[in-house]
Nanobody, 125 residues
């Protein structure tokens, strides 16, 4: 089992920045690929970013490329999502997830094994 707890969400004006963190406990953190997803009201959960076990390979959704950065610190069992130049359409609940799948990076939600409870991000215009 892996427990994931997100933090860092909040209310920010358009153009601002937030840094989300996801702390993991349980099994060896470095054996899991990690991802961030988000879900806006009335919409399906969508992929945001993923990072490989080592942290060297990263994948981003087109909608956040160039604005968001995913990173991980395996010594702290934590994955981060730095969000810059935020837009109102970034408003959503953000979830981190862990996968034991052997693919380097994964953008498909059903392939993730563990999920956090989510943290709300609200971007005002």
């Amino acid at each position: 089992q892996v427990q994931l707890v997100e933090s860092g969400g909040g209310l920010v004006q358009a153009g601002g920045s937030l840094r989300l963190a996801c702390a993991a406990s349980g099994r060896t953190f470095s054996s899991f690929g990690m991802g961030w997803f988000r879900q806006a009201p009335g919409k399906e959960r969508e992929f945001v970013a993923a990072v490989s076990r080592s942290g060297t390979t990263k994948l981003y959704a087109d909608s956040v490329k160039g604005r968001f950065t995913i990173s991980r610190d395996n010594t702290k069992n934590t994955v981060y999502l730095q969000m810059n130049t935020l837009k109102p359409e970034d408003t959503a609940v953000y979830f981190c997830a862990a996968t034991g799948n052997t693919r380097v990076v994964i953008s498909t939600a059903p392939l993730y094994d563990y999920w956090g409870q989510g943290t709300q991000v609200t971007v005002s215009s």
